[in-house]
């Protein structure tokens, strides 16, 4: 899969953070809210059908593993889920689940959601987490062009690789405090948590291969693990 941007999309990515660059977080919120977000990001659909017997599955394994949760049948699902599966899955043919993840919960929650779910892995159903390895969109929008990724960003993400290789869970249940630069690289958490619950539903005897290492700009590490 070829992640390069054309050069038409690199010209839509910088001109789109002159844009953000002029404006604070409480504009892009409120346009949000508002439905002020260009028109092509409103546009895009992706009808792939829904699963419901994997969601049933999947509140089973949660509640066996004495993990709270329930259904909501009327959310579709949002550009976590849609926007990678429109590059994997582009004739949306794929049924799909979406967990919301739970950032109040911690890390050590969402790697026991994934390890409850690990059956799934035997039963056909792919698990997937969706998310950013670096995620700081100041230091996005701040970059004013620049390519190259910002020290403490680099530094994470091959923390984070050496320590998925080592298995080392207590490490990464605690990145906060262990790995470098990881309050800059994650100002909140709901970008990073995805991947404990994919994380522990690949098993403990699980292997990470980083089948992609990038960076979007200095602060948006974009690393795929398989």
Wanted: charged share 20%; glycine share 10%; net charge negative.
């Amino acid at each position: 899969m070829d992640f390069a941007l054309t050069p038409e999309q690199e010209s839509i990515r910088e001109s789109v953070k002159k844009v953000c660059a002029a404006f604070g977080d409480d504009y892009w919120l409120r346009k949000d809210r508002e439905g002020g977000f260009p028109d092509e990001l409103y546009r895009i659909r992706y009808p792939a059908p829904g699963a419901p017997e994997v969601a049933a599955r999947v509140v089973d394994l949660l509640k066996a593993g004495g993990i709270a949760t329930g259904q909501d049948g009327c959310r579709g699902i949002d550009h976590g889920a849609w926007v990678p599966m429109l590059h994997m899955y582009p004739d949306h043919d794929v049924p799909v689940v979406q967990l919301a993840v739970q950032p109040g919960r911690g890390t050590a929650h969402h790697l026991s959601v994934g390890r409850a779910l690990a059956p799934l892995t035997r039963e056909g159903v792919l698990v997937m987490g969706s998310g950013h390895v670096t995620h700081n969109l100041r230091d996005w929008i701040a970059s004013n062009g620049q390519r190259a990724p910002l020290p403490y960003a680099a530094s994470f993400a091959s923390w984070l690789a050496d320590t998925l290789a080592r298995h080392d869970d207590d490490a990464l249940v605690a990145y906060r405090e262990q790995g470098p630069g990881a309050a800059r690289a994650h100002p909140s958490e709901e970008h990073f948590l995805p991947i404990f619950v994919a994380w522990g539903a690949a098993g403990r005897d699980a292997a990470a291969d980083r089948v992609y290492a990038g960076f979007d700009g200095p602060a948006l590490a974009m690393d795929a693990y398989a």
